[in-house]
Antibody, heavy 118, light 106 residues
Framework: EVQLLESGGGLVQPGGSLRLSCAAS????????MSWVRQAPGKGLEWVSG????????YYVDSVKGRFTISRDNSKNTLYLLMNSLRAEDTAVYYC???????????WGRGTLVTVSS | EIVLTQSPATLSLSPGERATFSCRAS??????LAWYQQKPGQAPRLLIY???NRATGIPARFSGSGSGTDFTLTISSLEPEDFAVYYC????????FGQGTKVEIK
């Protein structure tokens, strides 16, 4: 079955760190670029970070640059997001998403909730 | 950075009615625009890519049109499962999404 499964979310204090994982199955993971997209409670979608299939190229929204690091392990079919210096405004459901050949997001995980609060 | 503005914010319609909503870009995005559907508690689902192409498995009642700065998503006859939030997205760096249009039952 083609799917993405996120894990690693939870409650963390402001200034803390968290690492999200996204396990991919059912497709050739290394062939596709991947991204993290988040959704704050009751709000819209915000793209956070992206990475090429090889992992050589990475991209970030300005609000997370220097704090978040995206990476992937193609031998384990897994995408990661290391989040440091977390802020209350980072509270959201974080989705991993696969890009298709047209560069749109054709497969999404169910999401993992990150709550930043003291 | 390109800004996408969706209208209306909310659309109240009955099953069987036609739904039409808009996405306007702050500058030309050619045809590089997608539409997604999101139901409560679920991940978004790709409906339309490159402005007018239906994604795999998407019913024919969904259609997209437009180019440049003005785009439209049309649902020809609303089914009960179509009541959801719809987002447009431009493939770019950084990626941008519109703020969403909620289609609710009247």
């Amino acid at each position: 079955e083609v799917q993405l499964l996120e894990s690693g979310g939870g409650l963390v204090q402001p200034g803390g760190s968290l690492r999200l994982s996204c396990a991919a199955s059912g497709f050739t993971f290394s062939t596709y670029a991947m991204s993290w997209v988040r959704q704050a409670p009751g709000k819209g979608l915000e793209w956070v970070s992206g990475i090429s299939g090889s992992g050589d190229s990475t991209y970030y929204v300005d609000s997370v640059k220097g704090r978040f690091t995206i990476s992937r392990d193609n031998s384990k079919n897994t995408l990661y997001l290391l989040m440091n210096s977390l802020r209350a405004e980072d509270t959201a459901v974080y989705y991993c998403a696969k890009r298709d050949q047209y560069w749109y997001f054709d497969l999404w995980g169910r999401g993992t909730l990150v709550t930043v609060s003291s | 950075e390109i800004v996408l503005t969706q209208s209306p914010a909310t659309l109240s319609l009955s099953p069987g009615e036609r739904a039409t909503f808009s996405c306007r870009a702050s500058q030309s995005v050619s045809s590089y625009l997608a539409w997604y559907q999101q139901k409560p508690g679920q991940a978004p689902r790709l409906l339309i890519y490159d402005a007018s192409n239906r994604a795999t498995g998407i019913p024919a009642r969904f259609s997209g049109s437009g180019s440049g700065t003005d785009f439209t998503l049309t649902i020809s006859s609303l089914e009960p499962e179509d009541f959801a939030v719809y987002y447009c997205q431009h493939r770019s760096n950084p990626e941008t999404f519109g703020q969403g249009t909620k289609v609710e039952i009247k």
